[in-house]
């Protein structure tokens, strides 16, 4: 077999051979594709860097029609991601997006630096397609917020947004929208309205999270909504819609839902203590919101005495959401057992700087050992039995503690009412036995006492200036008054009754030592009359005659009125 010198190619060899010039191929490919995505980068760099300027001047113009102030645009960055440009190039710019980031926003009322900015932003990212820039109005189909702060300022400080616009400045933008946003989603956004007096801190709410859907130009705003209350402090969580906001006076602006509030903590207050969870719907707009709700609190208590009693109200209410005063029309709550209705108003009156507490509360059908385990120290109430009360209460504003403040000026009675303490039953008893001329009769026991009479208590102090007093046998007409804190009592006045005075004696030989005395003590139809007075405290009262002269007992009833008018 010869050999020429020149050996075929084998199979390795093509194989090497194709490897080498798919090499090749995919180097070329690699350096097009790279050349491509260079190219892309770069229309894109250039499309985003065309379209800054034109979409900083929107968004400034679309801020400043929307809340009708100035507008600081702290930095703004827009992009397009590299694979779009291809895109706007086969679809005449659909499909192309454009997102914008944003930070350092802040818009002022029409220039004022004297109060707060009204909106500060710290950050804004949205994406929008290249084909809706141009069109009127834009679509934003998402936009996420970071480090939302609106402050409102106290409503008489408030801008004249109904004013003509200043000198060289154009009018707020027509109600045609230029921007129509489907959603927005604010994280930690933060809610502050300025009180009147500058040195007080503002009231603030904090929402965890808030999203808001837009369901087309004019139309309200769908919100659902996660917040902290400021006082008392409490998660509310709420739904419902909003707008359309009225750029003149967001006061007007339309708000419509429905809340649940849980945890709420009233040991916030000076006065009060305990937690809250309510629920409800609304509707109206933010300067007068209609509410219909519900509450509950288990706990709900005094600080000074500590004895919690169940409350549940049911009420209809006005609000005013831009400075929280409200309306009461009515209020029909339970305390206890006993039920009542309430109707007045928390509000800021005229030149005042605080708000004044002013209901009129009536109770038809209550318990008076509600009300005295609510307002009275102790493991039980002095007094059980029915009530009705018809009274009204007042906090004016001013310094000191609300209780320091408080004021109830009113008229009550009780019927069949006993003592819960047994040494203040049985001198009841005592009484009653003697008074009907039975001072022996041991069954007679347990003796029910109606009261009825008019009240004031102001300062920590109750008076009474009319009080009678009625139990089988005796009628009783005082007037006094029992200190809260001490409690101190100092009653004194007339007791009637229907047996005469030796009929009130238990051994036999008193009966007729005191029998030519009785025409002494009878006047105006009564077995007798007697002046007594019921002093010490409300645990061990002391019972007996009234021994000051008149003239001191006026000289102190005098002082009493004096002190709490």
């Given at each position: 077999?010869?050999?020429?010198?020149?050996?075929?190619?084998?199979?390795?060899?093509?194989?090497?051979?194709?490897?080498?010039?798919?090499?090749?191929?995919?180097?070329?490919?690699?350096?097009?594709?790279?050349?491509?995505?260079?190219?892309?980068?770069?229309?894109?760099?250039?499309?985003?860097?065309?379209?800054?300027?034109?979409?900083?001047?929107?968004?400034?113009?679309?801020?400043?029609?929307?809340?009708?102030?100035?507008?600081?645009l702290g930095s703004l960055d827009v992009s397009m991601p590299i694979r779009d440009?291809?895109?706007?190039?086969?679809?005449?710019?659909?499909?192309?997006?454009?997102?914008?980031?944003?930070?350092?926003?802040?818009?002022?009322?029409?220039?004022?630096?004297?109060?707060?900015?009204?909106?500060?932003?710290?950050?804004?990212?949205?994406?929008?397609?290249?084909?809706?820039?141009?069109?009127?109005?834009?679509?934003?189909?998402?936009?996420k917020l970071e480090g939302f702060e609106l402050t409102i300022p106290p409503k008489?400080?408030?801008?004249?947004?109904?004013?003509?616009?200043?000198?060289?400045?154009?009018?707020?933008?027509?109600?045609?929208?230029?921007?129509?946003?489907?959603?927005?989603?604010?994280?930690?956004?933060?809610?502050?309205?300025?009180?009147?007096?500058?040195?007080?801190?503002?009231?603030?709410?904090?929402?965890?999270?808030?999203?808001?859907?837009?369901?087309?130009?004019?139309?309200?705003?769908?919100?659902?909504?996660?917040?902290?209350?400021?006082?008392?402090?409490?998660?509310?969580?709420?739904?419902?819609?909003?707008?359309?906001?009225?750029?003149?006076?967001?006061?007007?602006?339309?708000?419509?839902?429905?809340?649940?509030?849980?945890?709420?903590?009233?040991?916030?207050?000076?006065?009060?203590?305990?937690?809250?969870?309510?629920?409800?719907?609304?509707?109206?707009?933010?300067?007068?919101?209609?509410?219909?709700?519900?509450?509950?609190?288990?706990?709900?208590?005094?600080?000074?005495?500590?004895?919690?009693?169940?409350?549940?109200?049911?009420?209809?209410?006005?609000?005013?959401?831009?400075?929280?005063?409200?309306?009461?029309?009515?209020?029909?709550?339970?305390?206890?057992?006993?039920?009542?209705?309430?109707?007045?108003?928390?509000?800021?009156?005229?030149?005042?700087?605080?708000?004044?507490?002013?209901?009129?509360?009536?109770?038809?059908?209550?318990?008076?050992?509600?009300?005295?385990?609510?307002?009275?120290?102790?493991?039980?109430?002095?007094?059980?039995?029915?009530?009705?009360?018809?009274?009204?209460?007042?906090?004016?504003?001013?310094?000191?503690?609300?209780?320091?403040?408080?004021?109830?000026?009113?008229?009550?009675?009780?019927?069949?009412?006993?003592?819960?303490?047994?040494?203040?039953?049985?001198?009841?008893?005592?009484?009653?036995?003697?008074?009907?001329?039975?001072?022996?009769?041991?069954?007679?026991?347990?003796?029910?006492?109606?009261?009825?009479?008019?009240?004031?208590?102001?300062?920590?102090?109750?008076?009474?200036?009319?009080?009678?007093?009625?139990?089988?046998?005796?009628?009783?007409?005082?007037?006094?008054?029992?200190?809260?804190?001490?409690?101190?009592?100092?009653?004194?006045?007339?007791?009637?009754?229907?047996?005469?005075?030796?009929?009130?004696?238990?051994?036999?030989?008193?009966?007729?030592?005191?029998?030519?005395?009785?025409?002494?003590?009878?006047?105006?139809?009564?077995?007798?009359?007697?002046?007594?007075?019921?002093?010490?405290?409300?645990?061990?009262?002391?019972?007996?005659?009234?021994?000051?002269?008149?003239?001191?007992?006026?000289?102190?009833?005098?002082?009493?009125?004096?002190?709490?008018?």
């Amino acid at each position: 077999m010869g050999y020429n010198g020149r050996q075929s190619d084998g199979p390795g060899e093509a194989s090497v051979k194709k490897k080498r010039s798919l090499r090749k191929k995919l180097l070329w490919a690699g350096v097009a594709a790279a050349a491509l995505f260079g190219a892309l980068a770069g229309v894109a760099w250039h499309l985003s860097k065309r379209f800054e300027p034109f979409v900083r001047d929107q968004l400034v113009e679309y801020l400043r029609a929307r809340f009708d102030g100035d507008v600081e645009l702290g930095s703004l960055d827009v992009s397009m991601p590299i694979r779009d440009p291809l895109a706007a190039l086969l679809r005449k710019g659909k499909g192309a997006r454009v997102r914008v980031k944003a930070g350092h926003i802040l818009l002022r009322h029409r220039g004022r630096t004297d109060i707060p900015p009204l909106l500060v932003i710290r950050q804004l990212d949205f994406q929008m397609d290249l084909s809706t820039l141009l069109e009127k109005p834009a679509r934003v189909q998402h936009v996420k917020l970071e480090g939302f702060e609106l402050t409102i300022p106290p409503k008489g400080e408030r801008p004249d947004f109904g004013g003509a616009p200043a000198a060289g400045r154009p009018p707020a933008a027509a109600s045609e929208p230029t921007v129509i946003i489907d959603a927005v989603d604010l994280d930690g956004m933060k809610l502050a309205i300025l009180p009147r007096d500058r040195a007080k801190a503002p009231l603030e709410f904090e929402m965890a999270t808030l999203r808001l859907e837009s369901a087309g130009p004019g139309v309200p705003m769908r919100y659902e909504t996660v917040m902290t209350n400021a006082r008392p402090p409490g998660l509310i969580q709420c739904k419902g819609t909003f707008g359309p906001y009225v750029s003149g006076e967001p006061g007007e602006s339309p708000l419509t839902g429905s809340y649940v509030f849980t945890d709420a903590d009233l040991g916030v207050f000076q006065a009060i203590a305990g937690k809250l969870s309510s629920k409800g719907e609304f509707k109206g707009k933010l300067n007068e919101i209609i509410v219909d709700g519900e509450t509950h609190t288990p706990d709900f208590q005094l600080k000074a005495v500590k004895n919690p009693v169940p409350l549940r109200t049911k009420f209809h209410a006005i609000v005013d959401g831009t400075n929280g005063n409200t309306m009461l029309q009515p209020v029909e709550a339970t305390l206890g057992a006993s039920r009542m209705t309430c109707r007045g108003a928390v509000a800021r009156n005229k030149d005042e700087t605080k708000k004044t507490i002013d209901f009129r509360v009536v109770v038809n059908r209550g318990r008076v050992e509600d009300f005295l385990r609510l307002a009275v120290k102790g493991p039980k109430p002095p007094l059980e039995g029915g009530t009705k009360m018809n009274f009204r209460m007042r906090v004016p504003p001013g310094p000191g503690k609300v209780a320091s403040r408080l004021v109830l000026d009113g008229t009550f009675s009780l019927d069949a009412a006993t003592f819960t303490s047994d040494t203040v039953q049985e001198k009841i008893d005592d009484l009653s036995r003697r008074a009907q001329g039975r001072p022996a009769a041991e069954e007679i026991q347990r003796v029910p006492s109606d009261f009825a009479g008019a009240f004031r208590m102001k300062g920590g102090q109750l008076d009474l200036s009319r009080l009678v007093f009625a139990i089988p046998g005796a009628d009783v007409a005082l007037r006094g008054g029992y200190h809260i804190e001490s409690e101190e009592l100092d009653f004194r006045g007339v007791v009637k009754t229907k047996a005469r005075l030796s009929q009130m004696a238990k051994s036999r030989w008193k009966r007729i030592v005191l029998k030519p005395v009785d025409p002494f003590f009878a006047k105006g139809g009564a077995g007798a009359v007697f002046r007594i007075a019921i002093t010490g405290t409300r645990s061990e009262p002391h019972f007996g005659l009234d021994k000051s002269k008149p003239e001191e007992q006026k000289a102190t009833n005098a002082a009493r009125r004096s002190n709490t008018r």
